[in-house]
């Protein structure tokens, strides 16, 4: 637990917007400059206050840091930085030792995790999702920069460090959009709540197929529009350092910009894939075989170089789809005109 009192008032309260409701709670006069600390303020508490209302500084300290430290529990928050996570080779289905001895995953990057069907890709991501200690079938490792987590980073359900967004989402609650995305922000105690709203609807917008409004039920949204959300909302509101996604190509949504939105909010991006576009956008491929990691590939030069052919086929792939929808006929003409626009 930190010693909150060294700590400038000004400082705590843009950190912990809660605090003010724990100041209330102990009728303590305004504060006559926010650039003094926590000390410097009870120190300067009168006689006269401290006796009508028997204040007791170490008792307050006491309890401020405890506010603290339940608070971030409670909205699953941390003072700790999540700034990468190990994965400690552990034993593929026939017992033997994976292909690896560790691999270290940093803020902001994007690891693709391939193989087979059935090869042990969900196994992986499971392990990651409860931070395994070799307490799990594989026998494998996590550490959270570079040590073990602790039991409430791993057990807590206010707490997770992972946010694992699988391949179908339902909702189940009676709810509009901005309603769902409201709730979640307002659970989060944050600043601008309703500015971050709207940014998360727009920003799904980007990502879906079709569009919706934030009046749009929840329980009436499209696969892919439901995973758009659940992005979106996972980027600019969820606090878990680490996502796990689970064949983002069946989501029917931009796959690209949901890998940019995700990054560019440093995640830690983990991704079971079967598509060649995804797979070549990762920073490393772990080749998933006999439920163990049989190698791993760095993504080098020449794969980015041929990334951006394998995109331009991509985006004559995704118009195609969209004159179908359309209910356009396909024929020659069509298709060396979409070759050139893409």
């Known amino acids: 637990m930190l010693e909150y009192k060294s700590m ?12 003010s409701e724990f100041f209330k709670t102990y009728n303590l006069p305004e504060f006559t400059s926010t650039d003094e600390s926590v000390r410097e303020f009870v ?35 941390s003072d700790t930085e ?9 034993n593929n289905k026939s017992g033997d030792k994976e292909n690896f001895e560790s691999i270290t995953i940093n803020s902001g990057e994007i690891i693709c995790i391939v193989g087979p069907t059935g090869s042990g890709k969900s196994r992986l991501l499971a392990d990651i999702e409860w ?9 494998r490792k996590i550490l959270i920069n570079g040590e073990v987590p602790n039991k409430l980073n791993r057990f807590s359900g206010s707490k997770k460090m992972v946010a694992q967004l699988s391949q ?13 995305v ?4 307002e659970s989060r105690m944050i600043e601008n709540k309703d500015s971050v709203v709207e940014k998360i609807i727009e920003k799904a917008n980007h990502l879906a197929g079709e569009s919706f409004t934030g009046d749009t039920h929840i329980t009436s949204l499209s696969g892919g529009q439901s995973r758009a959300l659940m992005i979106a909302d996972t980027a600019y509101l969820s606090k878990s350092p680490i996502v796990l996604i689970d064949e983002i190509e069946n989501a029917g949504i931009d796959r690209k ?44 030069q020449e794969e980015r170089d041929m990334l951006v052919d394998l995109e331009k086929l991509d985006k004559l792939m995704l118009n195609l789809r969209n004159n179908i929808r359309n209910g356009e006929k396909i024929n020659n003409i069509n298709i060396q005109k979409e070759f050139q626009n893409a």
């Open 8 to 19: 400038s008032i000004g400082i705590l309260i843009e950190k912990y917007p809660f605090l």
């Open 131 to 139: 931070l395994a200690q070799e307490d799990t079938p594989t026998k």
């Open 43 to 77: 120190e300067s508490l009168d006689e006269e206050f401290i006796e009508e209302n028997g204040f007791e500084a170490e008792t307050f300290y006491t309890a401020l840091d405890q506010y603290i430290e339940q608070m971030l529990s409670f909205l699953g928050e």
């Open 257 to 300: 910009k949901a890998l940019q939105i995700l990054v560019s909010a440093d995640k830690i991006v983990l991704m079971a894939t079967h598509d060649p576009v995804l797979a070549l956008m990762g920073d490393k491929r772990l080749v998933i075989k006999n439920g163990g990691v049989a190698k791993v590939i760095e993504t080098d």
């Open 168 to 180: 179908n989402m339902n909702f189940v609650m009676d709810l509009t959009v901005r309603e769902f």
């Open 82 to 90: 999540t700034k990468s996570i190990t994965i400690v080779s552990g």
């Open 182 to 185: 409201d709730m979640h922000a």
